[in-house]
């Protein structure tokens, strides 16, 4: 008999909520810059952690392509995937959209759009980390207690 997973599934995916944090960013940056942390050319350093970002969340997205298992949060899980970022950190897409933000609030330059990472970070490890977990556990059992033991959430 198949255990019914105790987690919610929703429509309100990461990338969403990842697109509306940097909506929140430039809304921010726009009406309440408060202080310019990077003048220019400086903010301009925020393409290193934008792009790598960008590049962790997709080779952590592709691995599970290529391990043949569900991408999209709460999908069907077919195999705990171990190899590349994931030797580092059990979520590299949601740890590349975070250096991402991080790079993103480089490019504004001002203080408020930093305020956004500390949420997004908060609302992802809450609404989706923590009901992954639960998902994984009933799923792979001791396979991903040991991950678990082994690799950090985050980093």
């Known amino acids: 008999m198949q255990r019914v997973s105790s987690v919610r599934k929703t429509k309100m995916v990461p990338p969403i909520w990842f697109v509306l944090a940097i909506g929140a960013m430039a809304a921010l940056h726009s009406f309440v810059p408060v202080w310019r942390l990077l003048p220019v050319p400086w903010n301009w350093l925020g393409l290193i952690p934008l792009v790598a970002g960008v590049a962790l969340a997709l080779t952590g997205a592709r ?8 991408v999209v949060p709460f999908s069907p899980v ?37 305020l956004v990472i500390p949420l997004f970070a908060w609302w992802i490890d809450r609404r989706f980390i923590a009901q992954e977990e639960v998902m994984l556990e009933e799923h792979f059992g001791a396979d991903y207690l040991e991950f678990k033991k082994r690799v950090r959430r985050w980093i």
Not at 93 to 111: E, H, P, Q, R, S
């Open 63 to 70: 691995l599970f392509t290529r391990h043949g298992t569900g």
């Open 78 to 114: 077919t195999r705990l995937v171990l190899d590349g970022p994931y030797r580092f950190t059990r979520n590299p897409m949601y740890l590349g959209m975070v250096l991402a933000l991080c790079g993103i609030a480089m490019l504004f330059g001002t203080l408020t759009p930093w």
